[in-house]
């Protein structure tokens, strides 16, 4: 191999602990930035989506910015192995900020959903090159402990930013739950800038535009196909339109691959064990995972007449589940050097939680969901934690980026797809149970449905359109569970390869 044949990569110089502990804190704090992102409007969609919007939207607040996400994670991970993790960091808080401020002055649900993309596009990017920043600070050995840390920020998120956004709804408006990420937003982009080594060279290699394109139509299209369906049906002309674009965009895309000289996510590593099971299973983690995220407060706030705020703090346990097991399984790879039985185990334990909650309904205790979604929490965790450095592990070092950025990517389309599938389950059911049950003068029918409405229907009419909403989230959590109990099938596949000491 000649000099000029030579890959060049970004050359970080290893900074001392101190440095490491301090570039850690950053890298948390920004993870957690980024990630509030996509589960503080989640306690806030009812009373948004009534006030711009039908209930038939209520999806797309969170689908447009998983599939924007899904979209920018890989394009995010190839640019920092490329250019270097603090300068995509940066660019990608940048971006997050506009998105924020786009949506925080929207006057109508398309502006939101606008929005919603370009957050999800320095989001999507933030997530995976925080995570990737840790390969470059740590020796695999010890990469297990800190993504275990991470995989707890990222826990934390998920309870905070639905409290914060249900307590912002309730005192100053929805609005303002954008708002809130502007000061966060100046103060991570601060100190990565002090934290982060920079790189002392450079790439000169191009990017690989025209496949970040296609794998853009590619995913964009698999997320949008059941939405689509849901409105014109699986034969019709728009559904078998993209079904047609996912085919040539995929023919497309692994055409230009092989040809690229820096492709932006090499077929390659589709050969490597690792890269394929973690990916397939955090594929379908992610279906269950913003299923539950998504359709639980909303539950709550319709069947249990919660607060916004209150329905948040349900998922303060999925949250203590998801730290305790995140951090436990990330010592347990820094102790052993091993981790292929614990995505099996986590994700068994996620099938029971999502089979628990098809059973909930208007009778269920409060006590019984917390209780579920400890369990919902427990299963998650692990596979955050061992996902990330298991492929960290197992692929090329010049890789580490787009393979650190696959696992984010693929849990992001599990959750897009998931969440447009049972959000055309959702609609259609709760259509079919409650078409007879509303009365006439409720003025724009079942999509203008709000839990005020609902509470204010005689007493009768309220239990049958309860009832009818618990109906409806039923087949969700079912099929949830299906796809966890696939998951832990898959797990098993995994071949382990040892983490090494340095």
């Given at each position: 191999m000649s000099l000029a044949e030579v890959p060049t990569i970004p050359v970080i110089e290893r900074p001392d602990p101190a440095a490491v502990r301090l570039a850690l804190m950053a890298i948390a704090a920004t993870l957690l930035f980024a990630s509030l992102g996509?589960?503080?409007?989640?306690?806030?969609?009812?009373?948004?989506?009534?006030d711009l919007g039908g209930m038939e939207n209520i999806t797309w607040v969170i689908t447009?910015?998983?599939?924007?996400?899904?979209?920018?994670?890989?394009?995010?991970?190839?640019?920092?192995?490329?250019?270097?993790?603090?300068?995509?960091?940066?660019?990608?808080?940048?971006?997050?900020?506009?998105?924020?401020?786009?949506?925080?002055?929207?006057?109508?649900?398309?502006?939101?959903?606008?929005?919603?993309?370009?957050?999800?596009?320095?989001?999507?990017?933030?997530?995976?090159?925080?995570?990737?920043?840790?390969g470059?600070?740590?020796?695999?050995?010890?990469?297990?402990?800190?993504?275990?840390?991470?995989?707890?920020?990222?826990?934390?998120?998920?309870?905070?930013?639905?409290?914060?956004?249900?307590?912002?709804?309730?005192?100053?408006?929805?609005?303002?739950?954008?708002?809130?990420?502007?000061?966060?937003?100046?103060?991570?982009f601060v100190v990565l800038n002090r934290a982060l080594p920079t790189p002392v060279a450079r790439s000169q290699k191009k990017v690989d535009y025209l496949g970040a394109l296609l794998l853009a139509v590619l995913l964009g299209s698999v997320v949008l196909i059941p939405n689509v369906a849901g409105s014109f049906g699986w034969g019709g002309g728009q559904t078998l339109g993209l079904v047609l674009g996912v085919v040539l965009a995929l023919i497309g895309f692994v055409l230009t691959e092989r040809r690229a000289e820096e492709p932006i996510l090499p077929l390659?590593?589709?050969?490597?064990n690792t890269f394929l099971v973690?990916?397939?299973v955090g594929f379908l983690v992610g279906m269950g995972m913003f299923?539950?995220?998504?359709?639980?407060?909303?539950?709550?706030?319709?069947?249990?007449?919660?607060?916004?705020?209150?329905?948040?703090?349900?998922?303060?346990?999925?949250?203590?589940?998801?730290?305790?097991?995140?951090?436990?399984?990330?010592?347990?790879?820094?102790?052993?050097?091993?981790?292929?039985?614990?995505?099996?185990?986590?994700?068994?334990?996620?099938?029971?939680?999502?089979?628990?909650?098809?059973?909930?309904?208007?009778?269920s205790a409060l006590w019984v969901i917390g209780a579920v979604m400890v369990m919902v929490g427990l299963g998650l965790g692990p596979v955050f934690a061992v996902g990330v450095a298991a492929i960290q592990n197992a692929v090329p070092p010049t890789m580490m980026g787009v393979g650190t950025a696959s696992t984010n990517m693929f849990r992001l389309i599990g959750g897009s797809f998931g969440t447009a599938v049972f959000g055309a389950m959702f609609s259609a059911g709760?259509?079919?149970?409650?078409?007879?049950?509303?009365?006439?003068?409720?003025?724009?029918?079942?999509?203008?449905?709000?839990?005020?409405?609902?509470?204010?229907?005689?007493?009768e009419t309220q239990a049958r359109v309860l009832d009818g909403f618990s109906d409806a989230l039923h087949p969700i959590f079912w099929a949830a569970a299906v796809a966890a109990l696939v998951a832990c099938v898959a797990s098993t596949l995994l071949r382990e390869e040892p983490l090494a000491e340095a």
């Open positions: 996509q589960t503080i409007v989640s306690t806030a969609m009812p009373i948004m989506v009534a447009a910015y998983l599939l924007a996400s899904t979209i920018g994670a890989p394009v995010a991970g190839k640019l920092s192995d490329l250019y270097g993790r603090k300068i995509v960091l940066q660019g990608g808080i940048l971006i997050f900020v506009v998105g924020s401020v786009i949506c925080g002055t929207a006057g109508t649900m398309n502006t939101v959903i606008a929005g919603r993309v370009v957050q999800g596009l320095g989001g999507g990017g933030l997530i995976v090159t925080c995570m990737t920043a840790v470059d600070l740590m020796p695999p050995r010890e990469r297990g402990k800190a993504q275990g840390f991470l995989g707890a920020a990222f826990g934390v998120s998920t309870v905070i930013g639905p409290l914060l956004g249900g307590a912002i709804v309730e005192s100053i408006g929805w609005h303002w739950i954008f708002f809130v990420n502007l000061p966060v937003g100046v103060v991570a390659s590593l589709f050969r490597n973690v990916n397939v299923g539950t995220i998504t359709f639980l407060p909303l539950f709550l706030q319709m069947v249990k007449e919660v607060s916004p705020t209150v329905s948040g703090l349900f998922l303060v346990p999925m949250m203590g589940g998801l730290i305790l097991s995140s951090m436990v399984a990330g010592r347990i790879m820094s102790a052993t050097g091993r981790y292929k039985l614990m995505p099996t185990l986590s994700t068994g334990v996620l099938a029971l939680a999502l089979l628990a909650m098809s059973r909930l309904d208007a009778g709760l259509m079919r149970n409650l078409a007879d049950t509303l009365p006439g003068e409720v003025s724009g029918g079942i999509g203008a449905l709000g839990a005020s409405m609902v509470h204010a229907l005689p007493a």
